[in-house]
């Protein structure tokens, strides 16, 4: 038997250290060659690590949300015989042999190195009703250990599903009450101990005086208390997010434009387009946003909060802020005054796909110049989005509706005519933008959308 220490390598250029954002094994796991062993989070993208050796993982570097440096241990994994050469002269790996059951002052040197080296820790593994023996010579951290210790349990230690078939383990009850809330329908999760943690007969009486049992709910179903620790994409979100409100002084303006014509010009393109791809409005959006910012160059600009320099970009790199699984992405469309309707709308389906999927490129989520962010049909009737620093402005169409309005009737007088009517909303960094020429910003867009013909003259 032998350990080999994998060392968290050099992932990108200027990466000082990395996120741990999920584990894909744990201790005590085995892991094939090649095999998934965690995501780590830069600052530029989520890299996937892999196992260069197969066999069980002895530790791991912490837990999800902790930060590892460049070249400190990321797992220990026992490996069967001895490590391949090329394997052990990897520039990006450490190897360590030693027997397991050797007692030796080189097997204790190793052992000093390793816990010296990354201060490695076995995060609690998740509970389960038969607890394998720890593999010999793996040492727990203490903080790990009193997560275990602390850890909630039952009377009988023993996993009993509640009435929705979730889990009731951790709620302490006597057998008794546990009849007695499958009885009546309670799921044991939902019910609040007076006293001790534990549910007695008193609390099913409290939570069945409130309406609690199965055919006598109440209107809203008692949430279950969580926390959640902010991690990898969302804590990226939150940095950033506190970073612009805290730096960037913020004001909005919010115009309603009457999008009729434009949603017309928009199903007749559709109509005839063939094998290209289904137009939505963001494209038509995106070309109006284009062909007004030459008389608005202060919208399409980046400051620098240090240099205390605002660089006016000439190309428009626009971002699309996008929602994924992981939490809002923002892909970038790079020279967008420079493509057509087509052109933006494959690149908007490409660059969405790629961010919902994971595949896309750091520079693919950076060096953007303004940001469109739209939330479709939810868009709601007026927005103030956060800029995306250090962007100085943020672009949001709301939801489009239907509303009678007063119109020309050709004759010198007025009718009135259903009309589908889109307010659009922009924030904008007041250092650098002032109001009236946010203002006269979204004026111009608003006579290109709601003149389209404009939009496809060169």
């Not at 038509?284 to 160059?297: G, K, Q, V, Y």
């Not at 750091?362 to 739209?374: H, M, N, R, W």
Request: aromatic content about 4%; some cysteine.
């Amino acid at each position: 038997m032998a350990k080999f220490v994998f060392n968290l390598p050099d992932i990108g250029e200027g990466i000082a250290e990395a996120e741990i954002v999920a584990w894909h094994v744990k201790v005590g796991d085995k892991v094939e060659e090649d095999g998934r062993l965690a995501d780590m989070m830069t600052d530029k993208a989520t890299v996937e690590m892999e196992s260069p050796v197969a066999g069980t993982i002895l530790q791991v570097a912490g837990e999800a949300g902790d930060v590892v440096a460049i070249g400190s241990p990321l797992v220990v994994i026992e490996t069967e015989g001895e490590v391949p050469a090329e394997e052990a002269s990897a520039p990006k790996a450490e190897v360590v042999r030693e027997e397991i059951h050797a007692e030796t002052p080189e097997a204790e040197h190793v052992e000093k190195a390793v816990e010296e080296a990354g201060a490695l820790e076995t995060p609690a593994p998740t509970p389960q009703p038969v607890r394998p023996e720890p593999v010999e010579g793996q040492s727990f951290s203490s903080r790990a250990a009193s997560k275990e210790q602390s850890g909630p349990s039952t009377s009988s230690g023993q996993a009993v599903l509640g009435v929705d078939g979730q889990s009731s383990a951790k709620v302490l009850a006597s057998p008794a009450v546990r009849a007695r809330a499958r009885a009546l329908g309670i799921d044991l999760a939902d019910v609040r101990a007076a006293e001790g943690g534990r549910v007695r007969h008193s609390d099913l009486d409290a939570f069945l005086s409130y309406g609690g049992a199965k055919g006598y709910a109440p209107a809203g179903k008692r949430m279950r208390d969580e926390d959640i620790k902010v991690i990898g994409l969302r804590r990226r979100i939150a940095e950033n997010m506190a970073a612009s409100k805290r730096n960037i002084p913020h004001f909005s303006y919010v115009e309603e434009c009457d999008v009729t014509d434009l949603d017309k010009l928009r199903a007749d393109l559709n109509a005839n387009r063939g094998a290209k791809p289904k137009l939505t409005l963001l494209p038509l959006l995106i070309t109006a946003i284009c062909r007004a910012l030459p008389e608005f160059p202060m919208i399409n600009a980046r400051y620098d909060d240090e240099a205390n320099v605002v660089h006016r970009s000439g190309a428009v790199h626009l971002g699309i802020a996008t929602m994924t699984e992981a939490g809002l992405m923002v892909p970038v469309i790079r020279d967008a005054q420079g493509k057509n309707l087509w052109q933006l709308a494959s690149e908007i389906a490409r660059l969405a796909e790629a961010a919902r999927s994971g595949a896309a490129k750091s520079d693919e989520l950076s060096g953007s110049t303004l940001t469109v962010t739209s939330l479709g049909p939810l868009g709601g009737i007026a927005s103030t989005p956060v800029i995306n620093r250090p962007e100085v402005a943020i672009i949001g169409p709301n939801r489009i509706v239907e509303r009678p309005m007063f119109v020309p009737d050709g004759m010198g007088g007025e009718r009135i005519e259903k009309r589908k009517l889109m307010n659009l909303s922009i924030s904008c960094d007041h250092r650098v933008v002032d109001g009236y020429d946010a203002a006269a910003f979204v004026q111009a867009v608003k006579k290109l959308l709601e003149t389209p013909v404009l939009l496809l003259a060169a």
